[in-house]
């Protein structure tokens, strides 16, 4: 792990709404370098629509976003990725009709180092040991596990600062929930910085170092991520205890 440093996202205040509605009421929250920090919570809670409003992707209301020390209120994703945020979203959104080389590819667009760019490919090879087995197929013929492992890969290969990751366990079977959560101790072992948003309460707690419990737009806890894991409150909420 990474040594705790810098504060690299700051979210204060934040208020999103939906046509009248108001999804998100006064969300503070940061992520500091070399963490791993999970943001829980039920369906409808609005993880999702606070992940989109720091990506820029759905309109903020009141509140801040900073990201290493700079606001980031109304940037566009290409200058987000630019300075090293990018998310994986939900529903994984790879290319469907290019082969998971070319979805790799365009993962490095922002980049100019020919060289570089085939080593981390190839490093996502080693990461990701089932995309080298079908690195000729089309992302859209793979099953939801595998396309979940391409839009990671895609998103690490333009060598983010913050990964952002969107449920990426949801809709996944047994074996493959375990095998997600693996590759992200794996990447969060290599320094990445990660924002693991995820109804899967007890997975996300127990590799965390920090979390946040979010309830109607609300956060409602915050700790150490074991220690929310062993909580009684979050034990009856989320793992049915």
């Known amino acids: 792990m990474a040594e705790k440093s810098n504060v690299l996202l700051k979210v204060k205040g934040l208020k999103v709404s939906y046509g009248g509605i108001q999804a998100v ?13 999970s943001l829980i919570g039920s369906n409808g809670a609005g993880k999702t629509t606070t992940m989109k ?9 009141d509140g801040s976003i900073e990201y290493l020390g700079e606001s980031i209120k109304g940037k566009g994703a290409w200058d987000l ?16 009709r290019m082969t998971i080389t070319e979805n790799l590819q365009m993962g490095a667009y922002i980049r100019k180092d020919k060289a570089g760019i085939l080593t981390d490919i ?28 391409l839009a990671m890969g895609r998103a690490l290969m333009s060598q983010p600062k913050l990964l952002l990751l969107d449920e990426p366990s ?15 101790r794996d990447v969060y072992a290599l320094g990445v910085t990660i924002l693991l948003v995820e109804q899967n309460a007890s997975r996300a707690l127990a590799i965390a170092d920090r979390g946040y419990v979010m309830e109607s737009g609300t956060i409602t806890m915050t700790g150490p991520g074991k ?9 009856a909420a989320y793992l049915g205890e």
Do not use: N, Y
Not at 25 to 37: H, M, Q, R
Not at 170 to 184: A, C, N, Q, R, T
Not at 227 to 235: A, F, I, M, N, Q
């Open 81 to 96: 990725v630019k300075k090293g945020l990018v998310m994986v979203p939900e529903g994984r959104g790879v290319f469907a």
């Open 53 to 61: 409003a720091i990506t820029g992707t759905q309109p903020m209301g």
């Open 25 to 37: 009421k006064g969300v503070d929250f940061e992520v500091c370098e070399g963490e791993l920090v």
């Open 227 to 235: 220690e929310l894991l062993s909580d009684p409150k979050v034990r």
């Open 170 to 184: 949801m809709g996944l079977s047994p074996i493959m929930v375990d095998k997600i959560f693996e590759v992200v």
């Open 122 to 149: 190839e490093k996502m090879f080693t990461i990701f040991p089932r995309l080298r087995e079908r690195k000729d197929q089309l992302a859209g013929t793979m099953s939801g596990g595998e396309q979940q492992m």
